[in-house]
């Protein structure tokens, strides 16, 4: 389940950022202020197979343990805006509903169960760095877990940053794995996060390994 950017094709290009209303300082402070509201629906979006496990309790127990990886990455879609390029994998979707939607700066991808992708990208200034958005990322994630493990690592793709996995429990009960990472490139800072139950990230693992090697931060 694989932070909340909390926490999913081809839309028209957007306007370029430098042409919106807020400031590109403005910006990052409203999305860290607005974490609460992103980590209420993420709660929400992670996500109908979730809720559903909430309900069965008893699909619970097995829906959310480990199993053979199951290859489902078939076809993909091309996805190319003025800040990223990658291939999406099928049966996967971009949610555009979400209220901090921008499709060149802040987009969430998702499957039909568990899985979400999250692209987070700014440019760097003293409100938007890679420590700022991982320190964030990570209490805020922290905050929703019960049995937390935590692990670092420095390398997502072909990039080098700064990263956190965090498995623990969703309500005391669902199992849930996240990824946050962050980088640099240029003036550009960038977020991903990973997320889904233990048994999603196995299934869908192709899928995930897709993205990561189609990925390219412009």
């Not at 509903?97 to 440019?123: R, T």
């Amino acid at each position: 389940m694989h932070t909340d950017f909390s926490k999913r094709i081809n839309p028209p290009r957007s306007r370029p950022l430098a042409r919106r209303s807020e400031t590109e300082t403005d910006r990052p402070r409203k999305i860290m202020a607005d974490n609460a509201t992103k980590r209420a629906r993420l709660s929400v979006t992670m996500k109908k197979g979730i809720i559903i496990l909430f309900l069965l309790s008893a699909l619970c127990f097995t829906g959310c343990e480990r199993h053979s990886t199951v290859s489902t990455a078939k076809s993909s879609t091309a996805i190319d805006r003025q800040t990223f390029s990658m291939s999406l994998p099928d049966g996967w979707t971009e949610d555009k509903k979400d209220d901090m939607y921008d499709p060149d700066s802040f987009i969430m991808f998702e499957n039909s169960d568990s899985c979400l992708f999250i692209v987070f990208i700014g440019k760097k200034s003293a409100g938007m760095s890679v420590d700022l958005i991982l320190e964030k990322e990570k209490e805020s994630y922290l905050k929703k877990y019960t049995d937390a493990k935590t692990s670092t690592f420095s390398q997502w793709s072909k990039y080098q940053g700064k990263g956190v996995e965090i498995d623990g429990k969703i309500g005391g009960a669902i199992k849930y794995y996240s990824r946050i990472f962050g980088f640099e490139n240029g003036d550009n800072v960038c977020a991903i996060i990973e997320a889904a139950t233990p048994g999603d990230l196995d299934k869908y693992a192709d899928d995930y390994e897709t993205i990561r090697q189609t990925f390219k931060l412009k």
